[in-house]
């Protein structure tokens, strides 16, 4: 061969063995519909691995691969799904149809082609989102998903367990700390996980309503260090300077997640969250003497006149085949709060009195949770999760009762320790046990000096007044249920659960007054044992129910409790569910206490009920229609309650003082409850309207045959806007009707709300918010709006922020409450109108 010819063969092959081949692609099932999130592989002439991705919300993949040279393979994985490998051919689109996975364990199969769809790729890409904006805003802009004052998030009305960043938990049910402090840049995608269930054994076995969100992180972002650190500072009429400071650092690797989050702001937010999922026994040790409280819907920053400092650590830690995960937290809150209240005791010939409270507020907690779990487990799942609390409580109060001074010290104490565990076995022949074990002991010290001559001359003892309260309350609860086919559509489970727990009240006054005073343990106990079945009719006929006798002992007094339920589910032109059922249980340990204690500036408290259950019947139906684009979801349901007997907090008034008084009411009373929630999507606007009745008739006496009627209702019309150019909205009209008679006696108020919120894209780097609203309570109108200006250039790791709080200077809200005894109208004075400016830089 000449020269010239080898040179030119050369230059002939080059392009080819350096060319690049274009490969494109959709996974399917077997109907033809395309299959998000499942992993795509290429693969070498000798299997080796070349590439690989997850195919996307309309199941497609692509991929570009460089210098080949001889077969190429490319392979669609699913752990729902059979396996499927071909060879590509080059010229022409790929289209793998896959088969659900069906796997045979004993008499149990379980079939997986229902679970394709539990994973939703919400393709945030279409959303104009902030790179600077938390995820909390972000999803406030995505259809379906709504999130309350609290921050808790939900998605089509259904509320979600938990947060997840690429499959991993940092967090547990106390999510906010995720969406509040992770900034939106670092997102790839989210997902919504229906069917979510942690518990590797239970979801094989069975169908969860729970759903979560996991949040896909930028590759760009997985091994590197990532934050924020912003600043801000503002004044305003109320010549305050306001101040705010954050800094939030990140690291997300495969096998460490870790996050941690700092703030301290004097603009009303407060530090301390409010905590989801917490169980019976947390919450069973509140404090005994309390400030009155405050809970008003409109925005911290406008009514809260709040100091607060808080700092988050998280972290997910992968230990061979253990997961680690922590939750570590400290906040520190000061709030100043004045109120002016008035209430009315209708039933006492119109006795009532006026009061104004300065509050001043300091409340400290540390918090912590450690989890170890091992999710890798072929047929058992293990979880143990320890939880501390330790808390302090600081406060102080001047209050004016008509003409009568009264001032209060309080404080107190709170440590905690919880643990649960849970274990889960399957066995042969479909039969699953699953064991929990929690206990836990919480220590409450708590001590107030009242100096009051109101209350003074109700114990008959000189001011200053002083009580001591300590209280302790020590639990272990251990359920363990067997779960097993009985035929291929009957399913039964029988669980046994025993519970314990020991209270001890120790409340007195000094001086001493026997009358005052409750040094009393309880010791509580229950043994449940709870056989149910399900019963599988067609594929769309089901039916539940259980039936459970509990054996109660408080004090070494015993009573059988039994409580039942059925339910008939059926799947026609949506899922309607109708149940019956039958509940006893008995009344906290508290509300035995026989002796009155104070319980706030003003007020006796004393229990003493009968030794008998509360007990009341049930007719529930609920019927949800939704449709599969996601774009459609009505939630209808009634209940009906008869109640048979039931607790009653009786309030008067004596000489500005209210005595309450809890008992058992051994008589019939009822309730009727409506509720209608229609969401629906139409093009680029979602609607949301609601309604809600419920309608009560209870006795205020054990004798006689008066009953007391209670209305509430509620009307609330909503639209949002998500279109891709730069002007969105939200808008949403609220009415409350509130009716109470008994007798010839009759009140009523109502309220009307319009809450409005503009989002305003100038540029891509300029934008204008506003929110706020205008409300009305008994023809008092108050009106109320922010205004923010945003300034994120691209490619800058410096942002800006602009905004002006309460712009038309209002200086005070009133809200109204009611129970059966008394009405009240409290008014609030409201944080002056202010200008802050803040930098944030990000990195």
Known sequence: MSLTSFLLSILLFFPFINQEVAINGVVKNNNGEPLPNILVTVLSKNKNMLAYQYSDSEGKFNFTLKDVNSAVYIKASSLFFEEKEVEIDTTKDIILTLNPKVEVLDEVVITSSNYAKDTLNLDIRKYNLKKTESIESSLK?????????????????????KILIDGDDLADDQYTFISKNLRS???????????????TVLKKSRKSDKIALNLKIKEEFKSVWFGNVSLGYGNGLGNDDELKTSSNIGLLRKKIKFLNAQKFSSLGD??????????????????????KSIDVALPNEVTNFTDAFGNTFLINKKIKKLVLRSTNFIGIDKQKQESFRSTDFFFQDEDSFTEINRNRDRKTLFFGEIELKNPELKNSYFINKLKYKIGANKFSSFSLFDTDETNDDSKNNEVAFYNYLQYTQRFKKGVIINSELNFGISNLDEKTTINSQDVSSVIQSASPINQRVEKQFKFIDFKTDATFLLTKKLKGKLQLNYKNNNERFNIGLNPVITLYSNNVAFSRSEFIIKPSFIYNVSR????????????FSLNNVNKVLFNYNTMLSLKFWGTLDLSFSQ?????????????????????FRRGGLLFEPLNYDQLRMKWIHKNRKNTFNNEFSFTYKKT???????????????????????RDGEEYVFKNQFIFLVNSLGFKLETSHSLLYTPLVNEGTELNELYFGLYSFEITSYFSSSLNFNAKFEYNKNVQTFNDTKSTFDTRNLILELNWDFTKALALKVNGGIYELNENIYNIFNVS????????????NLRMNNVLNEDEFSYQNRNSFFTSVTTIPLVPLYTFASVKYIF
């Open 540 to 551: 769309k006929v089901k039916w539940k129910g259980h039936v459970s006798t509990n054996f």
């Open 141 to 161: 802009k995505i259809p379906g998903i709504s999130i309350d004052k609290d921050g808790r998030i939900r998605y089509w009305n259904k509320e979600i367990e």
């Open 789 to 800: 200006l945003d300034y994120v250039p691209e490619n800058k790791k410096f942002s800006y």
């Open 644 to 666: 048979k007997s039931s607790l009653l907090d009786e309030f008067s008034l004596v000489d500005n003082v209210n005595f309450n008084n809890t008992f058992l009411i051994l």
């Open 185 to 199: 840049e670092v997102l790839e995608d989210i997902q919504v996980l229906k069917n979510f269930e942690e518990n």
């Open 583 to 603: 509940r006893q249980n008995f009344a906290s340990n508290q509300n035995f206490l026989l002796n009155y204690y104070i319980t706030n500036n003003n007020t």
């Open 270 to 291: 407060e530090s301390i969250p409010v905590f989801f999922g917490e169980s019976e026994y947390e919450k069973s040790n509140a404090a005994i003497y309390n400030l």
